[in-house]
């Protein structure tokens, strides 16, 4: 029977949507801080898949079209840190990481236990303001970020279930945001370049590439409570690649066949994953510095091109505490 160590999931379960802070285009000024500390619970049950299998698990197409499919459950509860530091007034210092505790159902079937916990993805990142006003009142900044995947160990994907990919991996943003009278609204998109994954030796794989776009914005309901919201698409490239010892490794448990690689991409390691999701969050000011927020994302098929394709389908709550300086 394949095996299906998703570890996109991990990605999926970090990609949640919390508060403004984390997808701002405006900087800290000078000497100044945004600091938010999340507790999350991400779940899912389902992906999407572009494999078809017949009644005996074989492949009959490697391009079905889209359908969604019942999957191992997944899931991450998470104790993470998300923190902006003003540099400069038109530079901002980012970083974020977290405590993750996950419980799979695949990894408690092939690796006894029910699934690791610790310190996943590590995110460092610099936000430059490049214009206070580009028309319209509205202002551009740039933001470059870096996953750092140092703080666990990798282990084979056919087997365990690791805290993340294992690959560093960098991403580009061009930020466009309007501030209005009771809210806000910001455009992001960009591109994020995906390393090789090489800690296993001569069984590699790389991620596709990835084009980013999002849409994010708030409205003040009250002087108190605001409303806020988000959609995201995440579209794969269609470069990723895996090594033949890595095909090796999943062979006893997929077909031994010309389809290996392909499966492998998209099935097991879900590398070429397209990704749409839509987050709606609560912030009431208990003062001018202190915040909470309660928010809930998840997931969607979508339509047209905007899809999941080759994806999981979760949904994430998470509650978080928020002080500004």
């Not at 003003?86 to 419980?103: F, H, P, Y």
């Amino acid at each position: 029977m394949r095996k299906k160590m998703v570890i996109s999931l991990l990605v999926a379960a970090a990609c949640i949507f919390i508060s403004n802070g984390a997808f701002a285009a405006w900087t800290q000024a000078k000497g100044h801080s945004y600091n938010q500390l999340t507790l999350s619970y991400y779940e899912t049950k389902q992906k999407t898949s572009t494999i078809q299998r017949d009644s005996n698990k074989q492949v009959t197409s490697l391009n079905s079209g889209i359908h969604r499919i019942d999957s191992a459950k997944f899931v991450s509860t998470k104790v993470s840190y998300y923190g902006e530091y003003g540099i400069t007034n038109q530079l901002t210092a980012i970083a974020s990481g977290g405590w993750d505790w996950v419980r799979s159902n695949d990894n408690l079937k092939y690796a006894g236990e029910s699934g690791p916990s610790g310190i996943g993805d590590i995110i460092l990142g610099l936000r430059q303001k490049i214009s206070d006003n580009i028309g319209g009142g509205a202002l551009m900044s740039v933001q470059v970020d870096v996953k750092v995947p140092e703080a666990y160990d990798y282990k084979s994907p056919t087997t365990y279930q690791s805290l993340g990919e294992g690959q560093y991996d960098t991403s580009v943003n061009l930020l466009i945001g309007k501030g209005f009278a009771k809210g806000y609204a910001v455009l992001s998109t960009g591109y994020k370049y995906r390393f090789e994954n090489d800690q296993l030796g001569a069984a590699t794989f790389k991620p596709s590439d990835q084009f980013l776009f999002s849409i994010n914005g708030g409205y003040a309901a009250t002087p108190k409570l605001s409303v806020r919201c988000n959609l995201n698409y995440n579209q794969a490239i269609g470069n990723a690649k895996v090594s033949q010892e890595m095909e090796q490794l999943f062979i006893p448990y997929g077909n031994k066949d010309k389809y290996d690689d392909v499966l492998v991409i998209k099935d097991s390691l879900n590398l070429e994953q397209n990704n749409l999701s839509a987050g709606l969050a609560l912030a009431y000011s208990i003062t001018s510095k202190i915040q909470t927020v309660a928010s809930y994302s998840t997931d969607l098929v979508g339509i047209g091109d905007l899809r999941t394709r080759d994806g999981a389908l979760g949904k994430t709550f998470s509650m978080t505490l928020v002080y500004m300086h």
